[in-house]
């Protein structure tokens, strides 16, 4: 069974950062697709950084220049750097992993963005 759990979310000061994990078991992880997403109150789901194996990235353009993907196949992890963050940047974040013609999700972790 795969299981992908987030953790490191919470609340942070407009121009702060967190760092936000995804921990994957049950899955062949280094050959995954791993992405976060993102969902704020309201609004549809979006992507925000997406990493395949080994390391080619891409980024939502909201995000590029603040926010670095990166991934740790032996600890079966990928990570989600956050800096610089705004307001605009709170929502419920969520890990995906891709692999073949499925996809799996985490819960979800909330980042709260506000002074």
């Known amino acids: 069974q795969v299981q992908l759990v987030e953790s490191g979310g919470g609340l942070v000061q407009p121009g702060g950062s967190l760092r936000l994990s995804c921990a994957a078991s049950?899955?062949?992880?280094?050959?995954?697709?791993m992405a976060w997403y993102r969902q704020a109150p309201g609004k549809q789901r979006e992507l925000v950084a997406a990493i395949t194996s080994p390391s080619t990235t891409n980024y939502a353009d909201s995000v590029k220049g603040r926010f670095t993907i990166s991934r740790d196949n032996a600890k079966k992890t990928v990570y989600l750097q956050m800096n610089s963050l705004k307001a605009d940047d709170t929502a419920d974040y969520y890990c995906k992993a891709s692999l073949g013609s499925s996809d799996y999700w985490g819960q979800g972790t909330q980042v709260t963005v506000s002074s």
């Open positions: 049950g899955i062949a992880f280094s050959f995954a697709a």
